[in-house]
């Protein structure tokens, strides 16, 4: 069975720090890894994929990831963090099924608060 | 693009009365999710369906709930009767096969007194 793992409830981090929301997971084969992000009242956004090559991958407004096979994790990343990145953060993960492509499983979820 | 389209944005009903939710996947887009949102459970998948057929129903939570797929452009939830514990956000969601995203719409708050 596949899962996805975020350690934390909830990141803080100063405006114009490093932000790093973390990933872990557990499927078998070569499963594709996303990120999401959900502001309130909205459903989640496609922030960016990892597929295969390089293992850091960029994606919108300044995100990154980092793949890293071994550990099986998927870190988000964002070099310098702004006010309006507060938000909630998915990580989730879709491998190929018996039948066809399988469901996307989805962490728990990642509240991230950026202070000024 | 108009993305993937839900209604209604807000329900609110009495417990027992029944409830339908609707969804317009992206055209194109050959599979479709209905997913479940609470504080307590966060994010549930209920069902998927590829290619209009359900293949993993297995997160439905019990026999009060049904989704159907009659074809690629349209999907419904329905749940009957409803209770207070069904009161959540339901999000439906469509995507190609592999490595496309998920593509989410705005959700239904549902609100059952």
């Known amino acids: 069975a596949q899962s996805v793992a975020q350690p934390e409830d909830q990141v803080n981090v100063a405006e114009g720090n490093p932000l790093t929301v973390k990933c872990t997971y557990s499927v078998s084969g070569n499963p594709y890894l996303f990120w999401y992000v959900q502001y309130p009242n909205r459903g989640l956004q496609f922030l960016l994929k990892?597929?295969?090559?390089?293992?850091l991958v960029k994606g919108s407004y300044g995100f990154e990831a980092e793949f890293n096979k071994s550990q099986t994790s998927f870190h988000l990343k964002k070099p310098s963090a702004l006010v309006s990145d507060s938000a909630l953060y998915f990580c989730?993960?879709?491998?190929?099924?018996?039948?066809?492509?399988?469901?996307?499983?989805f962490g728990a979820g990642t509240q991230v608060v950026v202070t000024p | 693009d108009a993305g993937v389209i839900q209604s209604p944005r807000h329900e609110v009903t009495e417990m027992g009365q029944e409830v339908t939710l609707r969804c317009k996947p992206i055209s194109g887009h050959n599979s479709l999710f209905w997913y479940r949102q609470t504080m307590m459970r966060g994010l549930e998948l209920l069902i998927y369906?590829?290619?209009?057929?359900?293949?993993?129903d297995s997160g439905m939570p019990e026999d009060r709930f049904s989704a159907k797929m009659p074809n690629a452009s349209f999907s419904t939830l329905k749940i009957q009767p409803s209770e207070p514990r069904d009161s959540a956000v339901y999000f439906c969601?469509?995507?190609?096969?592999?490595?496309?995203?998920?593509?989410f719409g705005n959700g239904t708050r549902l609100t059952v007194t």
């Open positions: 990892y597929i295969t090559g390089d293992n």
């Open positions: 369906f590829n290619n209009n057929v359900p293949i993993d």
């Open positions: 989730a993960v879709r491998a190929p099924s018996t039948d066809s492509w399988g469901k996307f499983q």
């Open positions: 969601a469509s995507s190609l096969p592999g490595s496309s995203p998920l593509h």
